[in-house]
């Protein structure tokens, strides 16, 4: 599974392609070590945080929340990157059980 449940909300692990021709939701990855990702394209460069910036609109309009309640805990420079939503409730843990179907 590519998310947990925390007392503050939930971690997402995210493996985000920046420079793509289009922004969206591709599925699940899953690295050599076995862990799972949701693969995230993005339009923006992965220059001066403007693709991070792109990640954190795209989650907070698929999830129906406000960009302050999505958090770049891990990751800032790096693909792999690991999300605080400040929020786990009914909608957006139905939204991820979603996207955790995609292929």
């Not at 922004?23 to 992965?46: E, M, Q, R, W, Y």
């Not at 698929?62 to 409730?89: M, W």
Request: with cysteine; charged share 30%.
């Amino acid at each position: 599974m590519f998310y947990d449940e925390i007392e503050q909300g939930v971690i997402l692990r995210v493996r985000l392609t920046p420079n793509t021709s289009s922004c969206l939701i591709k599925g699940i990855f899953t690295d050599a070590d076995g862990h799972d990702f949701l693969k995230i394209n993005v339009v923006s460069v992965p220059e001066k945080g403007k693709a991070n910036a792109e990640l954190q609109s795209l989650l907070a309009k698929k999830l129906k929340l406000s960009k302050s309640q999505i958090e770049i805990v891990f990751g800032e420079t790096d693909r792999y990157k690991k999300i605080l939503i400040h929020d786990k409730s009914e909608h957006v843990l139905k939204s991820l059980n979603e996207w955790m179907q995609k292929e």
